[in-house]
């Protein structure tokens, strides 16, 4: 499939009748609010960071809108991507790490073929807007993904209780119910906890207006993107912490069937590497950091630095992967769907920690239909394969691990066992 990518108005390029054009000055094809948050940081967006921002949003425009059942093996696509870009030469070293990555991402076939641009209309007029403020400018030291989720919530509170108060936490949120609700709550209670101001919060909106593809494999790559533009903003070496459990990483596909096709590899061992191998290659000075890559879920919760904040609040976070999905039985509210593998890694895990999980599921007892019994019947499936004998060999299944093997075996152990608790306690 190829995509023709449009950021400036005037740009008039065009492919053949068979391309799909995604047009970024244009909410009817791709609406998004980047430009709406207003720049209070010392300095203006890199060149190469806005590059990088409009080529996640290029490639999720595309894992959107290119169906997986409509690929020759029913999963595997092939994209072209037709990128406008600033930094030429910048992007053309690091096309090859950028093409590996994203494959390695989505399990899909990715070729970029770069042109020239200038800047466009809207970056200038926020640039001039940036440049005549007169509002009191803030730096950060570090910048942290804040999903609202689980593990962002108790990243964020390590960081805090550990005086890490020059932190910047961003946030994203497409379509659906679920994701900025939770996000909008914790946000409060950061607030009010630690004293932060609602500045130290940047969250981000993108939605492409006709997707169809719901695994969205690439959604954390357009996520991270947008803290990276932030980065850029700091001139210096930051890092970016990206708080998730090493178990749910390692994203190994062979334990629970093809149940989990749309989890993500985004925190994958090899990910990470290819991820910082391009930001290197783009001289954005950004370290990406996972505090918890040797940490289950459940080891998270119960290592978190402050028990009673993270306990008062488990039932403000949101782990599920389709939260909205009630609004087929007309709910309103969003919440956890019980069976989807999230949101059994997150009840092992407050069953490890030894608390009275008060957070709202619609079928954690996997009887609510064909689903959720598939979703049960896959994960015994997975625990009756597992064998500690041969984690060495399992957690390379999704991918190659160079470094800290036995480490990675010795956390996947770990991840089945607190699995394994929690489903025989289902079954008792």
Same mark, same amino acid.
């Given at each position: 499939?190829?995509?023709?990518?449009?950021?400036?108005?005037?740009?008039?390029?065009?492919?053949?009748?068979?391309?799909?054009?995604?047009?970024? #000055?244009?909410?009817?094809?791709?609406?998004?609010?980047?430009?709406?948050?207003?720049?209070?940081?010392?300095?203006?967006?890199?060149?190469?960071? &806005?590059?990088?921002?409009?080529?996640?949003?290029?490639?999720?425009?595309?894992?959107?809108?290119?169906?997986?059942?409509?690929?020759?093996?029913?999963?595997?696509?092939?994209?072209?991507? #037709?990128?406008?870009?600033?930094?030429?030469?910048?992007?053309?070293?690091?096309?090859?790490?950028?093409?590996?990555?994203?494959?390695? /991402?989505?399990?899909?076939?990715?070729?970029?073929?770069? %042109? %020239?641009?200038?800047?466009?209309?809207?970056?200038?007029?926020?640039?001039?807007?940036?440049?005549?403020?007169?509002?009191?400018?803030?730096?950060?030291?570090?910048?942290?993904?804040?999903?609202?989720?689980?593990?962002?919530?108790?990243?964020? =509170?390590?960081?805090?209780?550990?005086?890490?108060?020059?932190?910047?936490?961003?946030?994203?949120?497409?379509?659906?119910?679920?994701?900025?609700?939770?996000?909008?709550?914790?946000?409060?209670?950061?607030?009010?906890?630690?004293?932060?101001?609602?500045?130290?919060?940047?969250?981000?909106?993108?939605?492409?207006?006709?997707?169809?593809?719901?695994?969205?494999?690439?959604?954390?790559?357009?996520?991270?993107?947008?803290?990276?533009?932030?980065?850029?903003? /700091?001139?210096?070496?930051?890092?970016?912490?990206?708080?998730?459990?090493?178990?749910?990483?390692?994203?190994?596909?062979?334990? #629970?069937?093809?149940?989990?096709?749309?989890?993500?590899?985004?925190?994958?061992?090899?990910?990470?590497?290819?991820?910082?191998? &391009?930001?290197?290659?783009?001289?954005?000075?950004?370290? &990406?950091?996972?505090?918890?890559?040797?940490?289950?879920?459940?080891?998270?919760?119960?290592?978190?630095?402050?028990?009673?904040?993270?306990?008062?609040?488990?039932?403000?976070?949101?782990?599920?992967?389709?939260?909205?999905?009630?609004?087929?039985?007309?709910?309103?509210?969003?919440?956890?769907?019980?069976?989807?593998?999230?949101?059994?890694? %997150?009840?092992?895990?407050?069953?490890?920690?030894?608390?009275?999980?008060?957070?709202?599921?619609?079928?954690?007892?996997?009887?609510?239909?064909?689903?959720?019994?598939?979703?049960?019947?896959?994960?015994?499936?997975? &625990?009756?394969?597992?064998?500690?004998?041969?984690?060495?060999?399992?957690?390379?299944?999704?991918?190659?691990?160079?470094?800290?093997?036995?480490?990675?075996?010795?956390?996947? =152990?770990?991840?089945?066992?607190?699995?394994?608790?929690?489903?025989?306690?289902?079954?008792?």
């Amino acid at each position: 499939m190829k995509i023709v990518c449009h950021i400036n108005k005037t740009d008039t390029f065009e492919v053949d009748e068979q391309a799909i054009n995604v047009d970024f #000055f244009d909410s009817n094809s791709f609406s998004y609010t980047f430009w709406k948050n207003k720049n209070k940081l010392p300095y203006w967006y890199s060149q190469q960071a &806005l590059d990088l921002l409009y080529i996640s949003m290029a490639v999720f425009a595309a894992d959107r809108l290119c169906l997986r059942k409509d690929a020759h093996d029913g999963w595997s696509r092939e994209f072209s991507i #037709f990128m406008p870009i600033l930094e030429y030469d910048m992007w053309q070293n690091a096309k090859s790490t950028l093409e590996e990555m994203l494959n390695f /991402l989505s399990g899909d076939k990715w070729t970029f073929i770069f %042109r %020239r641009r200038e800047q466009s209309e809207e970056e200038k007029i926020n640039n001039n807007k940036w440049e005549k403020s007169k509002q009191k400018i803030k730096s950060y030291d570090q910048i942290c993904m804040f999903s609202g989720g689980m593990d962002s919530f108790i990243g964020t =509170i390590d960081l805090l209780e550990s005086n890490s108060d020059k932190t910047l936490f961003v946030s994203h949120y497409g379509g659906g119910k679920g994701t900025k609700e939770f996000q909008d709550i914790l946000k409060e209670k950061f607030i009010n906890k630690y004293s932060l101001e609602s500045r130290d919060f940047h969250q981000y909106y993108a939605k492409v207006v006709s997707g169809v593809e719901d695994t969205t494999r690439t959604r954390s790559f357009m996520f991270f993107s947008h803290a990276l533009a932030v980065a850029s903003c /700091l001139r210096k070496q930051v890092h970016l912490i990206i708080p998730e459990n090493g178990f749910i990483s390692l994203n190994i596909p062979s334990t #629970f069937s093809r149940i989990g096709t749309s989890s993500t590899r985004t925190t994958h061992p090899h990910y990470m590497s290819l991820f910082q191998k &391009l930001l290197d290659l783009i001289e954005l000075k950004v370290t &990406l950091v996972n505090p918890y890559q040797f940490k289950t879920k459940g080891e998270m919760l119960l290592n978190c630095k402050n028990q009673s904040f993270v306990r008062e609040n488990l039932d403000n976070t949101m782990s599920c992967s389709h939260p909205d999905n009630g609004r087929m039985q007309k709910e309103k509210e969003a919440r956890h769907c019980g069976y989807c593998l999230p949101c059994v890694i %997150r009840q092992a895990a407050i069953m490890r920690a030894g608390i009275i999980d008060q957070s709202s599921y619609r079928d954690n007892k996997f009887n609510g239909g064909k689903v959720s019994k598939t979703c049960l019947n896959s994960y015994r499936l997975g &625990l009756r394969k597992f064998n500690p004998k041969y984690a060495f060999m399992t957690i390379q299944s999704s991918g190659f691990i160079e470094n800290n093997i036995e480490d990675y075996a010795n956390l996947y =152990i770990r991840g089945m066992e607190e699995l394994k608790t929690y489903l025989e306690e289902l079954d008792a």
